[in-house]
């Protein structure tokens, strides 16, 4: 039997529960399902297990618009996260909605049957299932949960200690007392080092050229005292208005006095780890926020950097030996574990094979309208959070925007949108070529390309976005509208838990 529904989510992420608890407020007539291959919901957050993973935004403009991160926490660890998003699940009631371990193999569109049909994969038991909605949502992220990016070392194979990928971090991995290299200088070396040096004989950031590290406290001190005087939901309401205008200060800033904020933020590294510190290790060569900055809690990698148990190496690889490496300026650093912090493998729609009337579609050929929906795909919309802000932001406009765009085509009796871009408006540069981060650059052709102009050019502005996609109307020259065919059940929607063989 086909699974038939009204709306079609992918993946049970961050943004795919936030996609689903949108359209049970806002859009409640229309029946839908989850479709996640994981065995549970979190999406990143279920993915990263490897010690200290955290946000890297604050809590309190990274939580949902529509149900605040109640805690102090500015920083959240991933449990914690992970916590939320299934709280937030079962509060609306969307956990009930989840199909898990599915791999979803194809996304077709017809323009005869104007429907969107997907094929499955039960990876448990084989099994081939059909899935058939008028809308498509894809909450996929912009990554391969298969693998992170590993580059080709030199001799690696001569190596006999354990080397490990964040993305699949062992469970029964013991460096207690063990010589650490940590390969790599993002976000996730920043949160490895000092989460393994409380336990580790000493743990070694290699990287090839620094980033940009800003200290922030774990703790909102401001937010605590608040609440002994104010309820908290206007307490958690102030933090989040707050930590959303200083989000965009610090960008616009670096974007505007970039040399400025360089040196404001390299005094920081100085001042929280003394005169004496090689600043060389912490000096990038680009400019602020042409890679996303590096949040660092409470200083912990500050700390542990001065009490001697870690320390940032800048250096190459020329080869991997028997006992770890020997690096370009000819210093040997020996290791028992090495962890590869190299990056991400990008991908589109999840590595989904997306098909328009039976032809592939080429997501890095089309632009977006509005960040939201894809040029010449109907009926279909995409989550993508913010590069330069925290993820959440983006991702609930995002869904608040496609309810609108529902109840639209519900009141006036339409079947089918599909976003039309004008000749000449399509740019080579791809939606986040704005950052020079090495795993974007990777990736640039499977992305999908820049517009010159809005709605098909995404500025990441949260400002401008939340006017266009929250006041701006839902009708405008750019959307193609086509109304219900004739009258029939093959193309009456389908109402909330229906399955059938017949149209919907």
């Known amino acids: 039997m086909e699974n038939r529904y009204d709306v079609l989510i992918i993946g049970a992420g961050l943004s795919g529960i936030g996609m689903a608890c949108h359209l049970t407020r806002e859009a ?7 479709l996640e291959r994981r065995k549970a919901i979190g999406g990143t957050w279920d993915l990263f297990r490897y010690p200290g993973v955290r946000s890297d935004s604050d809590m309190f403009s990274f ?3 529509f149900r605040p991160w109640n805690g102090l926490q500015v920083l959240a660890d991933g449990p914690s996260i992970r916590r939320y998003i299934e709280e937030t699940a079962r509060q609306f009631g969307v956990d009930r909605k ?11 569109w017809s323009g005869a049957e104007r429907r969107w049909t997907i094929k499955a994969l039960a990876e448990e038991t084989g099994e081939a299932l059909v899935f058939v909605c008028r809308y498509l949502i894809a909450c996929t992220g912009y990554y391969d949960y298969d693998e992170g990016y590993l580059p080709r070392f030199p001799g690696v194979e001569r190596y006999r200690g354990r080397r490990i990928h ?4 062992p469970e029964d991995l013991d460096w207690r007392g063990k010589r650490i290299v940590v390969v790599g200088s993002g976000a996730t070396a920043v949160t490895l080092v000092p989460a393994l040096a409380g336990q580790a004989a000493h743990v070694t950031m290699l990287q090839r050229s620094p980033g940009y590290l800003l200290s922030v406290p774990s703790r909102d001190k401001i937010s605590a005292a608040l609440r002994r005087i104010l309820p908290e939901p206007l307490v958690y309401g102030l933090a989040r208005k707050r930590n959303i205008a200083l989000n965009r200060l610090i960008y616009k800033a670096a974007r505007r006095w970039p040399q400025q904020v360089r040196r404001w933020l390299l005094a920081g590294v100085r ?18 926020w042409d890679e996303r900055l590096c949040v660092v809690p409470d200083a912990d990698l500050f700390d542990a950097i001065r009490r001697g148990k870690a320390s940032v190496v800048t250096d190459g690889i020329e080869t991997f030996t028997e006992r ?4 370009e300026s000819g210093r040997e650093l020996e290791a028992d574990i090495v962890v590869t912090a190299t990056g991400l493998k990008l991908q589109s729609c999840g590595g989904i094979r997306v098909l328009l009337d039976g032809r592939e579609l080429p997501v890095g050929e089309r632009m977006t309208y509005k960040g939201v929906l894809v040029q010449d795909v109907p009926n279909c919309g995409i989550l993508f959070g913010y590069t330069n802000a925290p993820w959440t932001l983006k991702a609930d406009l995002a869904a608040r925007y496609l309810c609108r765009l529902f109840e639209h085509m519900r009141r006036n009796g339409l079947e089918v949108f599909t976003p039309r871009a004008p000749a000449g408006e399509m740019q080579e540069e791809s939606v986040l070529d704005s950052l020079r981060a090495g795993y974007i650059r990777r ?6 390309r820049q517009g010159r102009h809005p709605p098909w050019r995404v500025l990441n502005d949260f400002a401008f976005d939340r006017t266009m996609l929250l006041e701006e109307p839902v009708a405008d020259a750019a959307l ?3 109304p219900f065919a004739a009258a029939g059940p093959a193309r009456e929607p389908a109402r909330a838990g229906e399955c059938s063989r017949s149209g919907l």
């Open 166 to 169: 964040p993305q699949h971090w």
């Open 443 to 448: 990736a640039q052709a499977l992305l999908p």
């Open 271 to 288: 001042r929280h780890l003394g005169a004496g510190v090689d600043m060389r290790d912490f000096t990038p060569r680009y400019l602020p």
């Open 98 to 108: 989840i199909r898990f371990g599915l791999r979803i193999t194809e996304a077709s």
């Open 63 to 65: 939580g949902y618009d």
């Open 480 to 482: 193609e509208f086509l």
């Open 28 to 34: 409640p007539g229309l029946s839908f399902a989850i």
């Open 324 to 327: 770890g490496m020997r690096l």
